[in-house]
């Protein structure tokens, strides 16, 4: 069971951005999600080296450049938030863009780490790239990838089932997280290409033996489903996540296989790349997962 003395919610909410107008998304999800949950928001843009000539001047003057920077961020800041019930702080930090998302995250003793897409090229690749292959493996705390816009709280979860300890703890954090939410359990049978009887009742029966196993909160399970697909994994959750408008995909990762080694085998990148929602990634806290 949870441990009631820390609450069911992270304490705080780290989005990692650039504050371009593309960021909009996760800004307004982080938003969001700290009403919710009455949790401290910080937002933390890191700013590396001089890429081109012309900014080689500015860097050499970087103490000016980055208070100037600082002021503007959070006189947006201050705009953006007024009265919405949101105070947050602003942290910026220099050097390499993974480096410091993990330092102030890994400060943070119970935290959840939001970001999405962005023009620059570093913030991209965190969702589609070495940066977020790093966060996947390095970040203690949940990694929330935001490509929806926010109309609201989630309500429609499903979470990739390998029957791991990955897939557990990605099972335990959703109903945490997100109680009396609709959480579909999914697992694929990938071996299948037309589904068989005998097949699915036994994956359904596994499903059913899983969430035995799973520290849930009293009446959380009756909020759970279970459902088995077919064919690649990639394409069968994304399809069904596109079908049934999910708003919130929960992958498991495997901490001992590059990025992501979830449920049969399955590239949690590739994955990544076909999901139309939400991500949230939570690694296995195991050294060496079952999965």
């Given amino acids: 069971m949870n441990d009631s003395s820390r609450g069911p ?50 860097w050499l003057d970087r103490d000016g450049a980055t208070q100037a920077f600082e002021l503007a961020a959070r006189r947006e800041l201050d705009e953006e ?6 105070a947050p702080s602003l942290r910026v930090v220099e050097g390499d863009v993974t480096d410091g998302i993990l330092d102030v995250a890994g400060a943070m003793e119970d935290a959840l780490v939001v970001t999405g897409a962005s023009s620059e090229d570093n913030f991209q690749q965190l969702i589609l790239g070495s940066t977020a292959e790093r966060l996947a493996q390095d970040l203690a705390h949940p990694l929330l990838v935001v490509r929806q816009r926010t109309r609201g709280p989630y309500q ?14 990605a099972l335990e954090t959703a109903a945490r997280l997100f109680p009396e939410r609709r959480i579909v359990l999914f697992h694929v ?27 849930l909160a009293p009446g959380a399970r009756a909020h759970i489903s279970t459902f088995i697909g077919h064919g690649s994994v990639r394409d069968t959750i994304a399809r069904y996540a596109l079908e049934q408008a999910t708003q919130l995909v929960v992958l498991g990762v495997h901490p001992q296989s590059g990025l992501a080694r979830m449920f049969m085998g399955s590239r949690s990148e590739e994955l990544l790349q076909h999901l139309a929602c939400d991500t949230l990634l939570l690694r296995s806290r195991e050294d060496h997962d079952d999965g």
């Fill in 9 to 58: 919610w992270p304490q705080h909410l780290l989005l990692a951005t650039d504050l371009c107008a593309r960021c909009d998304r996760p800004l307004d999800r982080a938003k969001q999600l700290a009403l919710e949950w009455q949790s401290e928001l910080v937002i933390l843009t890191v700013r590396e080296g001089p890429r081109t000539p012309e900014e080689v001047a500015s």
């Fill in 156 to 169: 429609r979860i499903l979470v990739a089932n390998d029957f791991s300890s990955a897939a557990r703890r």
């Fill in 189 to 215: 049978l990938e071996a299948l290409a037309e589904p068989v009887a005998g097949a699915v009742q036994e994956a359904l029966a596994a499903s059913e033996r899983f969430l035995d196993d799973c520290l």
């Fill in 81 to 86: 938030f007024q009265d919405s019930g949101v």
